[in-house]
């Protein structure tokens, strides 16, 4: 059995929220006339209508969106896999788990800005 510091857990706890934070930016980037709500509900739903949104932009921002996207779901897999690794004997650090917490937000951050913030009209 793990027993994590609770330096540990604190760390964990941030990554987690930081990850469902993301998939809620990405259930909305990819809700289209859709419920983003009912997709954010629905485990890995966020991802995939993201993605199928990114292959059904315009072509002048579809590469540029689909990276963004691809750049998020590496982000999720990792933060995954680190957790997933505790139990496997891996690293149990607390600056780990921060580490991920802070690509998870640039993430967030960059699909946010690049994507949902609503545009100027110069």
Same mark, same amino acid.
């Given at each position: ?26 259930? %909305?980037?990819? !809700?289209?006339? $859709?419920? /983003? ?5 629905? #485990?890995?739903?966020?991802?995939? =209508? +993201? %993605?199928?949104? !990114?292959?059904? $932009?315009? /072509? ?5 969106? #689909?990276?963004?996207?691809?750049? =998020? +779901?590496t982000q999720l897999a990792v933060g995954q896999a680190a957790l997933r690794a505790v ?7 607390p600056a780990l788990f921060d580490e991920i917490t802070a690509r998870l937000l640039r ?16």
């Open positions: 059995m793990v027993k994590l510091a609770e330096e540990t857990l604190a760390a964990v706890g941030r990554m987690t929220v930081a990850a469902t934070e993301l998939e809620h930016v990405l259930s %909305r980037l990819g !809700a289209g006339e $859709a419920d /983003p709500d009912e997709i954010f509900a629905r #485990a890995g739903a966020p991802l995939l =209508a +993201a %993605r199928e949104a !990114a292959r059904s $932009a315009p /072509p002048p921002i579809r590469a540029d969106y #689909a990276s963004l996207v691809e750049g =998020a +779901a139990w496997r004997g891996g690293r149990t650090d993430c967030r951050d960059v699909l946010h800005d690049r994507l949902l913030a609503p545009q100027g009209t110069d």
